[in-house]
């Protein structure tokens, strides 16, 4: 009899650590699940530029040549703005030096947002307008391509002046064609020309520009860079 209530004890213990530890299991279980649950629901913050960067600014001057001080204080606020309350970067301009200088800062959330910037004040010392150069801050496939005239074709004094009347064409035609074609924006400045747009663009109207300076009247160019500029548009 005593031997039967042993054992009868002896299962009721067992049974009852199979049941605390099927409760441990269960808690176990439960807060693991707790845990999936708030890392799915937990979205990290993004890194900023400057903690991307190691908790550095990053830094970037662009040079103003002397004609463009005097633009670039008249049209500073639409410059300054886009820059400051869109990219939230620093900038200003150091008159010691001649250049503008723009610098990261703890809000700035885009990495590339300095490069872009950079670009951006570039292209209207270049000489763009700042409705055609401010696409580089919205659009991520603009580029500026700039070569020099005798890179094409040497000329001097009066060539060169025809050379480039060519490619302005009478109150700017030419130009005007072109940029319309290719949905480019060029710029002539002496004796660099300036192409802003996509890089298939570029590459159409800076063939067609070429062409002109070599001499091809201005009706074949522009048949053969619409031609170009049509197969592109079937193709993309």
């Known amino acids: 009899l005593l031997n039967t209530k042993a054992k009868m004890a002896a299962i009721v213990l067992e049974a009852r650590d199979i049941n605390m530890a099927a409760e441990n299991i269960r808690r176990e279980q439960a807060q693991l699940d707790d845990i999936e649950k708030v890392d799915e629901e937990m979205e990290l913050a993004p890194l900023s530029a400057q903690q991307l960067s190691g908790g550095k600014c990053e ?130 400045a002496d004796s660099f020309i300036h192409i802003l747009g996509s890089f298939s663009n570029i590459k159409v109207a800076k063939s067609a520009i070429v062409r002109l300076l070599r001499g091809s009247p201005p009706g074949k160019v522009y048949s053969q860079m619409r031609a170009v500029a049509s197969r592109m548009k079937d193709r993309y």
């Open 59 to 188: 830094l970037r001057s662009v040079n103003i040549p002397p004609h463009r001080m005097t633009p670039l204080k008249t049209h500073w606020m639409e410059i300054y703005s886009p820059i400051v309350e869109h990219l939230n970067l620093q900038i200003r301009i150091n008159v010691k030096r001649k250049v503008v200088q723009l610098r990261t800062s703890s809000v700035t959330n885009d990495s590339g947002a300095i490069q872009k910037a950079a670009d951006f004040v570039r292209a209207f010392m270049l000489g763009f307008e700042i409705r055609d150069a401010i696409a580089i801050l919205r659009l991520d496939d603009l580029y500026i391509d700039s070569f020099e005239i005798k890179d094409v074709k040497t000329l001097q004094g009066e060539h060169m002046s025809r050379a480039i009347g060519r490619v302005a064409g009478q109150g700017g035609k030419t130009k005007f064609t072109i940029e319309n074609a290719t949905k480019t924006r060029i710029v002539l």
